[in-house]
């Protein structure tokens, strides 16, 4: 299967959308690329909840790197981060062969 590196730049950029709204409770407040520093497990996909291979993703802000697991392969990259915008890319994966229920999970969060 091959992952198209603008998917994977479209579904980063929900994802950080989602843990900045989640993380700030004043949105007055600028968030630092620092309080993005940590690990994150994706618990919802298109109303999906259960997936064979919980997808997650590490923020390293020191080194402004990205990486994780999308349900079958591993990904990675670097990213921007300026005036509360996180901008991912450009990202490389790996394109490992993966069961059926495996794809189906990495097809719904990299679409």
Do not use: W
Request: aromatic content about 10%; some cysteine; glycine content about 6%.
């Amino acid at each position: 299967m091959i992952i198209n590196a603008q998917n994977m730049m479209k579904y980063f950029l929900i994802i950080t959308i989602a843990v900045l709204f989640h993380s700030c409770s004043n949105t007055s407040k600028k968030v630092t690329v620092a309080s993005l520093e940590g690990t994150y497990t994706v618990t919802t996909i298109d109303n999906m909840t259960s997936f064979p291979e919980t997808p997650t993703f590490e923020i390293n802000a020191q080194e402004l790197k990205i990486s994780g697991f999308s349900g079958c392969n591993r990904f990675f990259g670097a990213f921007t981060f300026s005036e509360n915008n996180l901008k991912f890319g450009p990202l490389g994966t790996t394109q490992m062969m993966c069961p059926d229920e495996q794809n189906v999970t990495e097809k719904k969060l990299l679409k």
